[in-house]
Structures are given as structure tokens and as C-alpha cells.
């Protein structure tokens, strides 16, 4: 898919915050970008990391409109307040972070949105990276509607009862029987959070519950591989897996 776009074909987007309505009815912030053309579109829900609801998940929003998906990007944090976007995540992570609860209520309106939009091919998927890959996991298990997953990096996966909180209380591999879509899962072996072993467990529970995944693991490569920004990147690691995501929303979203 990368640098693979036509010269002659029209090209434009719209990109703009809105409001959605999510958890409880609550209005959230969200950052929608869409194609403009005649469509019909498959839609993305890019659920933020803990960085914040940030200029990298913005521009990855309009990476996908790029190649031709509406993606919706919900602003999970958006009840800890407004500020620069490392600031209310901070506040978030002091809080004990935000409820697994919220994050899926505020998917759940993302998705109802991209769905009953004119847009729209009536199909949608989810993806998220470190704690929103965590959240798109989550998603694909207890969010009606989705028809693809992809989790990036997501740690917190696997966890022991120890680590449970108010916030987060149960781990989302406990939910794996009810994963109700085909997922996709882009890790490096180098990761601390999930690290080798977790992601071995997170693949032997897919596999014993029957579940159609597909999990790339990337030598040299530890969290974050697509952050441009940080030392974290990895340019090899990062394309293959770039074209690696478009191939299965593709795949599962277009057809």
C-alpha cells in the first residue's frame, strides 16, 4: 500500500473534531477524518495511548483516510479535563487511569457513529497501540459491531490479579472466548510491556479458543515502533507492519 496511490485520481479529505456520544451518554471529543468522494467508506475506530489524545494518533488518523477509511479517533480522556494532551493523560494515570468501562462505552459510540453515517460500507474495525492496543483487544471482545481488531503493542493483555484495579478488573485475555472478530497483533520481541512471554500466552489462549488471529513479531524492535518522534522507532520493523495493517483491514473492512 505505501506510496502506491494513483497520480490521476482525485484526492481530498476533511478532518475536524466533533462530538460523539459515549459512556452513559456522556458527549465526548473526537477527532474524524474522512475521505471526500463518492465513497461508500469502511471505517476505523483509533483509540489513543497514553501518551494522550495527540498529534500522532491525528496524523495516524489521516494516514487511513489516506488510504481511504474513515477513522474516528474518541478522546478517552477526555473526563480528566483539556490541556496539551501529555497533561490530561497524566492526570488520567494519577487516577489510577481511565476505566475499561468509559473506554468502552466511548467505543461502542464511535462505532455507531462511523456505521449510520452516508458514508459508510456498513463496515468497521478497531486498532489501538500501547495501552489503546491493549483497549482494541478489549473492544473486539465486549464491543458489538466490529468486524476487524488490530493490537499494537498492547501491554496489560495478560495480567495477574495482582495488577487489577477499580479501573482495569479483569484482565482482557479472561475475555478472549468472547472475541468476536479476526485480529491482527504487531509486537516486538524486545518489549517490556507486553513482553515475549506475555504475548506467548496471549497466542496459546487464542489458540485454544479457536479464534482467527494473525501475531507478527519483529526482532530488534521493543515498544512503540511507530513512534517517528521518539528513539523507540524502528523504520524497517515499522513499514513491514504499516503494510501489514493495511493488507488485513483491507482484507476484512473493504470486502
Keep these: 500500500m505505501w506510496n502506491q496511490l494513483k497520480t490521476d485520481e482525485y484526492e481530498g479529505m476533511l478532518a475536524e473534531t466533533v462530538a460523539i456520544t459515549g459512556y452513559k451518554g456522556d458527549s465526548v471529543r ?8 463518492k465513497g461508500p467508506y469502511p471505517g476505523i475506530v483509533l ?3 497514553m501518551p494522550g489524545w495527540d498529534e500522532f494518533c491525528r496524523e495516524t488518523a489521516r ?10 479517533c474518541p478522546d478517552i480522556f477526555s473526563r480528566f479535563g483539556s490541556g496539551r494532551p501529555e497533561e490530561v493523560a497524566g492526570k488520567a494515570r494519577a487516577e489510577g487511569g481511565v476505566p475499561d468501562d468509559s473506554v468502552m462505552g466511548d ?3 464511535s462505532v455507531d457513529l462511523l456505521r449510520n453515517t452516508p458514508f459508510s460500507n ?3 474495525g478497531v486498532i489501538g497501540m500501547c495501552s489503546g492496543g491493549r483497549h482494541a483487544f478489549l473492544a473486539a471482545c465486549r464491543v458489538e459491531g466490529l468486524d476487524a481488531a488490530v493490537d499494537c503493542w498492547g501491554g496489560g493483555v495478560v495480567a495477574a490479579e495482582k495488577d487489577l484495579t477499580p479501573a482495569r478488573p479483569v484482565a ?3 475475555y478472549t472466548p468472547q472475541l468476536s ?3 491482527l497483533g504487531i509486537f516486538g520481541n524486545d ?3 507486553p513482553t515475549a512471554e506475555q504475548v506467548n500466552l496471549h497466542e496459546e489462549a487464542l489458540k485454544k479458543h479457536g479464534k482467527d488471529y494473525q501475531f507478527h513479531r519483529y526482532d530488534d524492535a521493543g515498544h512503540g515502533i511507530w513512534y517517528y518522534h521518539t528513539p523507540m522507532y524502528r523504520q524497517a520493523q515499522a513499514m513491514d507492519s504499516w503494510e501489514k495493517v493495511f493488507d488485513f483491514f483491507g482484507k476484512h473492512l473493504r470486502s
Design 47 to 49: 483509540i489513543p495511548h
Design 191 to 193: 518489549d517490556q510491556m
Design 107 to 109: 467505543c461502542e459510540g
Design 122 to 124: 456498513g463496515k468497521v
Design 172 to 174: 482482557p485475555i479472561d
Design 181 to 183: 472478530c479476526p485480529l
Design 63 to 72: 494516514r487511513f483516510t489516506q488510504h481511504g477509511y474513515m477513522t474516528l
Design 30 to 37: 473526537a477527532y474524524l477524518s474522512r475521505p471526500l468522494g
